[in-house]
């Protein structure tokens, strides 16, 4: 059984991203790649966080726990640099976090840095968002961004997941699902197939794994599921696939 997946890159100003796979899970968000064979990977890269990129697609963005320090502009010119790479499939992680020290203002121009980027290099925009449900969602209203927004490591209840998908976001579930009595569990059920991904962002744990938990939580085969993310791919980051 083929378990390998490769990548054809194209110019910078007409890219279109193929993605031939066979026996593949997709994570979405790692922090930690394995680059292990039948796993599609999209390593999460912000600006200044001091390692270089292995994965073969990425996601850059501004993350609101690093920005304090940084040289905005710089910031911005290395992302406009990043954004533009076929290897770059999405903007982000970027959004607003209540939690960490970064302060507000700070935070709020970073993300519409980001959000900007996503809607100039017409790639999606991948959401960090710490107890800041309502004001992302109201800028959002506000901003009318044509790219979709796909909020990370959702572990919040049917009720915010419901307010976020009414806003046309996706989300995407991890190791939040093993949790007994998890609010990720019990949202995953009720989102629909179409709206949601996976990934394991920094848990010390399978993407395989968390298929295999996602998959018992809705009641249905793993290869179903496996369809149903990638169909999400290929229509969310309009790459074609070949499974």
């Not at 100003?13 to 790649?33: A, D, G, K, M």
């Not at 770059?88 to 970064?102: F, H, R, Y």
């Not at 744990?205 to 298929?211: P, V």
């Amino acid at each position: 059984m083929c378990q390998e997946f490769y990548i054809l890159e194209s110019d910078q100003e007409n890219w279109s991203l193929q993605i031939h796979l066979c026996t593949v899970f997709i994570n979405l968000h790692t922090h930690h790649p394995t680059l292990s064979p039948g796993i599609l990977e999209v390593e999460s890269v912000y600006f200044g966080q001091g390692k270089t990129p292995v994965a073969p697609l990425r996601s850059v963005g501004l993350h609101p726990w690093y920005l304090e320090g940084i040289g905005l502009e710089v910031a911005k010119s290395w992302l406009n640099e990043q954004a533009a790479l076929p290897a770059t499939i999405a903007i982000g992680e970027s959004g607003l976090d209540k939690v960490c020290q970064t302060p507000w203002d700070l935070q709020v121009l970073a993300f519409q840095h980001c959000v900007e980027f996503s809607e100039s290099a017409g790639k999606p925009l991948i959401i960090h968002c710490v107890r800041a449900f309502s004001e992302i969602i109201a800028l959002k209203k506000d901003w009318k961004p044509r790219q979709t927004w796909i909020f990370h490591g959702f572990d919040k209840n049917i009720q915010t997941a419901a307010r976020v998908l009414r806003a046309g976001c996706c989300l995407s579930f991890g190791a939040a699902l093993f949790r007994e009595n998890s609010h990720a569990a019990e949202s995953l059920r009720a989102t629909p197939a179409d709206r949601f991904f996976l990934e394991t962002d920094d848990a010390g744990i399978s993407i395989k794994a968390i298929y295999e938990r996602a998959a018992f939580l809705r009641g249905v085969e793993l290869r179903e599921l496996e369809e149903m993310v990638k169909g999400n791919l290929e229509r969310v980051f309009e790459i074609g696939t070949d499974l």
